[in-house]
């Protein structure tokens, strides 16, 4: 199973950006999907993820009220809707399939992980 991440770029504190991660596999469908982010010099943390069924959804406080997750099934694709962006927001994001159809805050239940999408927000 292959993962691409894309939708990064650069934009100013208070934009918004959609990120998508498109897997190869529709086999996908049936696992639970996160995003994870690493910030230069930090270690990789969790972001959001969403079940397989897309009913149970998990934020990071830091995130919460501004970030959605979202899955298109028909496209075996993973969105995440980032609003009101801030420059402690600027990492490189990257989307991972879950081993499970589980929704997951923990890195060490996915299995798949994207390549990463720069994002870069200015003050």
């Known amino acids: 199973v292959q993962l691409q991440a894309s939708g990064g770029g650069l934009v100013q504190a208070g934009d918004s950006l959609s990120l998508s991660c498109a897997a190869s596999?529709?086999?996908?469908?049936?696992?639970?999907m996160g995003w994870f982010r690493q910030a230069p010099g930090k270690e990789r943390v969790f972001v959001a993820s969403?079940?397989?069924?897309?009913?149970?959804?998990k934020y990071a406080d830091s995130v919460k009220g501004r970030f959605t997750i979202s899955r298109e099934y028909a496209k075996s694709t993973v969105y995440l809707q980032m609003n009101s962006l801030s420059p402690e927001d600027t990492a490189v994001y990257y989307c991972?399939?879950?081993?499970?159809?589980?929704?997951?805050?923990?890195?060490?239940?996915?299995?798949?992980w994207g390549q990463g999408t720069l994002v870069t927000v200015s003050s």
């Open positions: 991972a399939a879950a081993r499970s159809s589980s929704s997951s805050t923990d890195s060490s239940m996915y299995q798949y």
């Open positions: 596999r529709r086999t996908v469908s049936n696992n639970g």
């Open positions: 969403i079940n397989w069924r897309g009913g149970d959804k």
